[in-house]
């Protein structure tokens, strides 16, 4: 059993584990998705060790290096359709009780490029990022808005009602 004083007491990153951690991200213009290099988990997102801590999740601590905390209960969404994006402006803090539409509004899917241009048609590709913000504590409702689709239609797909085929779980 592992005593609670054992615990890594250091909160904040050294200047060297950050330069590692920003140098794994092909760091692009302001508006671009900067994607992550190295490892990604199943449903896309950067994965790395950082601070003696396994596979985290790295958009959420490109988030924490640039906002200085992630609040107490939040997660942190992408306005953009890349879960792999680790640009510290389109992370965004969320939580199921939160408003942020704003926030989802002004950034709106800004690096969806071509196809699926279409906002009623979801792809295969939206479906998995649907399950994965509702998984990572996104609200219906900001799903929804993101997606142009219902909150209904939302709740189903992450329930597997809705692209049964597609669901893995
Ligand atoms: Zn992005």
Same mark, same amino acid.
């Given at each position: 059993?592992?005593?609670?004083?054992?615990? !890594?007491? !250091?909160?904040?990153?050294?200047?060297?584990?950050?330069?590692?951690?920003?140098?794994?991200?092909?760091?692009?213009?302001?508006?671009?998705?900067?994607?992550?290099? !190295?490892?990604?988990?199943?449903?896309?997102?950067?994965?790395?060790?950082?601070?003696?801590?396994?596979?985290?999740?790295?958009?959420?601590? +490109?988030?924490?290096?640039?906002?200085?905390?992630?609040?107490?209960?939040?997660?942190?969404?992408?306005?953009?359709?890349?879960?792999?994006?680790?640009?510290?402006?389109?992370?965004?803090?969320?939580?199921?009780?939160?408003?942020?539409?704003?926030?989802? +509004?002004?950034?709106?899917?800004?690096?969806?490029?071509?196809? +699926?241009?279409?906002?009623?048609?979801?792809?295969?590709?939206?479906?998995?990022?649907? !399950?994965?913000?509702?998984?990572?504590?996104?609200?219906?409702?900001?799903?929804?808005?993101?997606?142009?689709?219902?909150?209904?239609?939302?709740?189903?797909? +992450?329930?597997?009602?809705?692209?049964?085929?597609?669901?893995?779980?």
């Amino acid at each position: 059993m592992a005593t609670p004083k054992k615990r !890594r007491g !250091r909160s904040h990153p050294t200047i060297k584990e950050q330069v590692v951690f920003w140098n794994k991200i092909d760091i692009r213009s302001n508006n671009d998705c900067w994607p992550w290099r !190295r490892y990604r988990n199943r449903d896309g997102y950067g994965s790395t060790g950082f601070m003696g801590r396994k596979g985290r999740l790295a958009h959420r601590i +490109a988030y924490l290096l640039w906002h200085g905390h992630v609040g107490r209960n939040k997660f942190v969404c992408h306005t953009c359709d890349n879960p792999a994006c680790c640009n510290p402006l389109h992370l965004f803090a969320g939580s199921p009780r939160d408003n942020q539409l704003d926030s989802v +509004a002004k950034g709106r899917r800004p690096c969806q490029q071509g196809e +699926a241009n279409n906002n009623h048609m979801l792809t295969e590709n939206d479906v998995r990022i649907i !399950r994965t913000m509702r998984r990572d504590g996104c609200s219906l409702e900001m799903i929804a808005n993101k997606f142009d689709t219902t909150t209904g239609h939302v709740s189903r797909i +992450a329930l597997g009602q809705a692209w049964s085929h597609s669901y893995e779980n």
